[in-house]
């Protein structure tokens, strides 16, 4: 009569029953990690008190950067770093890739699916080189998808024209 005994390792709740946060991580996309950690902005929206950079000083210098090649976060990171901003949103009422887009010199393809379209360019450059790397090859599949799924997000947003594609021969022109 085993089975009339108290358990003594009783399981968990349904998560109907319980605060979800527990139970459901999302997990990454071509990877098994669940993990949750992530960086953690201010509580205060408003710039520090010991920041004497006027917002007008802060979308020059984010222009002149930009006028140098940096990538938006780039750009964030030198203000960040080299200048004391932390939140360029905080002083400016702006984030970096409005103000650029408000002066012109915003990029013309968004800075994450060009950082995909580049991996895959340089996986590609790999294969090349080595033909039977299968790992890469495997990669290089996982990474277009990536850049595909982008892709259409970017173009219901409107942030892409809608007859933008990504083709594997052309992408090193986009890239350069």
């Not at 992530?38 to 210098?61: C, F, M, Q």
């Not at 890469?136 to 809608?162: D, M, V």
Request: net charge positive; hydrophobic share 35%; charged share 25%.
């Amino acid at each position: 009569n085993l089975h009339r005994l108290p358990c003594l390792f009783p399981s968990p709740p349904p998560p109907s029953t319980t605060n979800n946060q527990h139970y459901i991580k999302m997990g990454r996309m071509h990877a098994p990690g669940k993990g949750i950690s992530k960086s953690a902005l201010p509580y205060k929206r408003t710039p520090p008190s010991w920041l004497k950079i006027s917002a007008t000083d802060v979308e020059k210098e984010i222009c002149k950067l930009a006028k140098k090649g940096l990538t938006p976060s780039q750009i964030g990171v030198i203000l960040r770093d080299s200048h004391g901003i932390a939140q360029v949103k905080s002083v400016t009422g702006q984030k970096v890739v409005r103000i650029l887009k408000a002066n012109g010199l915003a990029p013309e393809i968004p800075e994450d699916l060009y950082m995909l379209i580049k991996k895959a360019v340089q996986v590609r450059k790999h294969l090349e080189k080595n033909r039977k790397d299968k790992d890469s090859k495997f990669r290089l599949i996982l990474i277009e998808s990536r850049i595909h799924r982008l892709a259409r997000y970017y173009r219901t947003t409107r942030k892409l024209p809608a007859n933008w594609k990504y083709e594997s021969a052309t992408a090193s022109t986009l890239v350069a």
